[in-house]
């Protein structure tokens, strides 16, 4: 995971090269939220075994504002995609109207 306290890591643009990494970045986040018995999020599967799942990280890390972040060593610890909602996404008054605040 992330060390808060790690030098010289670097933020850089993602590529479509980096997909196979930050698929192993979420396979990780999956098992660890299987393991505190959280199957719903995300699934239980990794992602890389998802033919489905990784075009859709391919595509995002083609993205122009895909951002990885990479260790010294060159290792992908995390992703961040900025832009618009992707289809699958409900608009945010949808889920202010189903709020039962």
Excluded: H, K
């Amino acid at each position: 995971m992330f060390d808060p306290g790690m030098d010289d890591g670097l933020i850089r643009r993602a590529t479509p090269a980096d997909a196979p990494a930050v698929l192993q970045v979420f396979d990780g986040v999956i098992a660890w939220f299987v393991g505190m018995g959280n199957n719903a999020q995300w699934g239980t599967e990794p992602w890389s075994a998802s033919p489905r799942r990784v075009t859709q990280v391919t595509e995002a890390c083609a993205m122009p504002d895909a951002w990885v972040v990479e260790a010294p060593e060159g290792q992908i610890l995390a992703a961040l995609v900025l832009g618009e909602p992707m289809p699958y996404v409900p608009a945010a008054l949808a889920l202010r109207s189903t709020c039962a605040c």
